[in-house]
């Protein structure tokens, strides 16, 4: 079945670069996704790949994406107070108009 | 651009009363909108898939007659949780779908007393 899965915490500090990993199960996924949640808020997309992708960047993030292992990392580059919130990975299979399978969620801490 | 609001913010209503939120996709039109729960530092639960001009599509173990979805226009769908009761308090997220993605509104936090 479906199901992907996240460490649920991470606490680096200030101008670390932060790491957040994620596996997959559905080898059918196309699209894979990383959103942001602030406390009482809805979700922010922060970037998305395809499947046949290996690499993205924009700006301070980077996502890899190991097909073979269904893995996939978030890699946010000089880590900033404000980017402490709670990060979902999620897949599709169809992209937007297909349901998305979310992860557990990884909340970020970043101290100074 | 890619904006979706919800409204409201966050309601608390008495036990038996019908609570009704929106969601807008504010500069795009959304032939799909979803419908999300969420508890307390948990993941986003799928309740249902809005089609607009369609009858919606609901998850297993969700209550199609509890939980009313209409899209009636490709910009506007609601969620009206009836007869609430206190375990239906959570919070309510919605998405309008792109041809690559979601996205999502702030939220609706509906407490029920």
């Known amino acids: 079945g479906e199901d992907v899965e996240q460490s649920l915490f991470l606490s680096v500090r200030e101008g670390d670069s932060s790491v957040i990993n994620c596996t997959y199960t559905?080898?059918?996924?196309?699209?894979l996704y990383w959103y942001k949640q602030e406390p009482g808020a809805g979700l922010q997309l922060l970037t998305y790949?395809?499947?046949?992708?290996d690499m993205k960047q924009d700006q301070r993030l980077t996502v890899l994406l190991n097909k073979k292992d269904k893995h996939l990392s978030l890699r946010i580059a000089d880590t900033q107070t404000g980017d402490s919130a709670i990060y979902f990975c999620?897949?599709?299979?169809?992209?937007?108009?297909?349901?998305?399978?979310f992860g557990a969620g990884t909340r970020l801490a970043v101290h100074p | 651009g890619a904006v979706v609001s919800q409204h409201p913010s966050w309601v608390i209503c008495k036990s038996g009363t019908s609570v009704k939120i929106e969601c807008r996709s504010l500069?795009?039109?959304?032939?799909?909108m979803f419908w999300y729960r969420q508890f307390p530092k948990q993941s986003l639960m799928l309740m249902a898939t809005?089609?607009?001009?369609?009858?919606?599509?609901?998850e297993q173990g969700v209550e199609k007659d509890k939980f009313l979805i209409n899209h009636a226009s490709l910009t506007l769908s609601t969620l009206t949780v009836t007869s609430a009761h206190p375990e239906d308090s959570s919070f309510y997220i919605c998405?309008?779908?792109?041809?690559?993605?979601?996205?999502f509104g702030p939220g609706t936090r509906l407490t029920v007393l």
């Open positions: 998405s309008a779908s792109s041809a690559d993605t979601q996205y």
């Open positions: 559905d080898s059918s996924s196309t699209y």
């Open positions: 790949i395809f499947s046949n992708m």
């Open positions: 999620a897949e599709s299979i169809y992209g937007g108009y297909n349901k998305l399978i």
């Open positions: 500069d795009f039109q959304a032939t799909t």
């Open positions: 809005s089609n607009e001009g369609s009858k919606a599509t609901y």
